[in-house]
């Protein structure tokens, strides 16, 4: 059964730094993409970063804002958020989510409900 357990959330000041991860277990197929979302109170889901597994095994990352950087461990089945410079705009529940994709593709989506399932979420809050 598919799994997907983020880790890595807290309370961090502003101008600080966190890196989430996101342990992908129970997959059977290698041409998936790993997307990051980040939902704050009363606010709607948002698609901040996206990582496709590509050809020959490259992985192709996209983020939003530069400060955001994904990177993915394919021999650890793990796809990791580096989040720099947080500020308390930033404070929410961060998800990590697997989209089935075309073999080879090289393009990941920041559309959530393109996503078929997703982790519990990880909260971060950003403070002083």
Known sequence: QLQLVESGGGLVQP?????????????TLDHYAIGWFRQAPGKGREGISCVSL??????????????????????????YLQMNSLQPESTAVYSC????????????????????????GTQVTVSS
């Not at 101008?15 to 997959?27: A, E, M, N, P, W």
């Not at 073999?103 to 997703?118: L, Q």
């Open 15 to 27: 101008g600080g730094s966190l890196r989430l991860s996101c342990v992908i277990s129970g997959v």
């Open 54 to 79: 590509g050809d020959q095994g490259t992985n192709y990352g996209y983020s939003k804002e530069a400060r955001f950087t994904i990177s993915r461990d394919n021999t650890k089945n793990t796809v």
């Open 97 to 120: 989510a697997f989209d089935v994709r075309p073999p080879m593709s090289r393009i990941c989506r920041f559309t959530h409900g393109e996503y078929d399932h997703w982790g519990q």
